[in-house]
Nanobody, 120 residues
Framework: QLVESGGGLVQAGGSLRLSCAVS????????MGWFRQAPGKEREFVAG???????MYADSVKGRFTISRDNGKNTVSLQMNSLKPEDTAVYYC????????????????WGQGTQVTVSS
C-alpha cells in the first residue's frame, strides 16, 4: 500500500515536500517514483529512484525537484522547489521492481494521489 501526503496550495516560487509511506518488507529492494496528472492531460513521469538511490527526472523538473528515499522509514519523498503554476496536478507515488518500469508508467503499485496547486 502506498499513501501520499504533503500536497496543498502554494504560491509560485514556493516549495512543498511530498511523502509516500510504503507498507511491505521489500521496500529497500523496490524502485519508487512520482507521477503527476493535470486536468485534461495524461499522467506523466516526474522523478524516480532505484534501490541504489540512483535518480531520474523529467526535464521539466530537473534542478527544481529532488526525490529521495529513507529505507529505515519505508518512505520516498519529493522536495519541490521553485514551483510554477504548470506544476499544478495530482501527484501519485508508484512502485515497481525496477526503475525502468517506474519511468514508463508500468508500476505494479500506485497511491491514491495528493493534490498540488500552485497559484500565480
Amino acid at each position: 500500500q502506498l499513501v501520499e501526503s504533503g500536497g496543498g496550495l502554494v504560491q509560485a516560487g514556493g516549495s512543498l515536500r511530498l511523502s509516500c509511506a510504503v507498507s511491505g518488507r521489500t521496500f529497500s529492494r523496490t524502485s519508487m517514483g512520482w507521477f503527476r496528472q493535470a486536468p485534461g492531460k495524461e499522467r506523466e513521469f516526474v522523478a524516480g529512484v532505484n534501490r541504489n538511490s540512483d535518480t531520474m527526472y523529467a526535464d521539466s523538473v530537473k534542478g527544481r525537484f529532488t526525490i529521495s528515499r529513507d529505507n529505515g522509514k519505508n518512505t520516498v519523498s519529493l522536495q519541490m522547489n521553485s514551483l510554477k503554476p504548470e506544476d499544478t496536478a495530482v501527484y501519485y507515488c508508484a512502485a515497481a521492481e525496477i526503475l525502468s518500469k517506474v519511468v514508463r508508467g508500468s508500476s505494479d503499485y500506485w497511491g491514491q494521489g495528493t493534490q498540488v496547486t500552485v497559484s500565480s
